[in-house]
C-alpha cells in the first residue's frame, strides 16, 4: 500500500513539474522571434493598405502593380486567440 502511495505522489510530483523543464531562449532565439513577428506585422499591414487601394481607386495607374503586390504577399493569415500569460 505505501508503495502505491509513494509511486502516485512521485508521479503527480514529476508531472506538476514537466512545464517548469521547459527550455529557456536564448537571446538570439527571442530576437529572431521578434524580428519574425515584426515582419508578419507588417506583411498584414501591406495586404490591408493594397487591398484598399485596389477597392478605393480601382481605376488608378498603381492599381495593377498594388494587385501583382497582393498575389505575392499571399492572403492575410486567420486571426488567432491571443495567448494567455
Known amino acids: 500500500m505505501l508503495r502505491i502511495l509513494f509511486a502516485s505522489t512521485l508521479s503527480l510530483a514529476l508531472i506538476a513539474g ?3 523543464c521547459k527550455k529557456k531562449q536564448t537571446a538570439a532565439e527571442a530576437q529572431l522571434a521578434k524580428k519574425k513577428a515584426f515582419q508578419e506585422r507588417q506583411r498584414v499591414e501591406a495586404i490591408k493598405t493594397y487591398t ?5 481607386y480601382p481605376d488608378s495607374e498603381f492599381a ?3 494587385q501583382e503586390r497582393l498575389k505575392t504577399l ?3 493569415p486567420t ?5 494567455k500569460k
Open 18 to 20: 514537466l512545464p517548469a
Open 74 to 76: 499571399g492572403p492575410l
Open 79 to 83: 486571426a488567432t486567440p491571443a495567448k
Open 64 to 66: 495593377p502593380q498594388a
Open 52 to 56: 484598399a487601394l485596389t477597392q478605393k
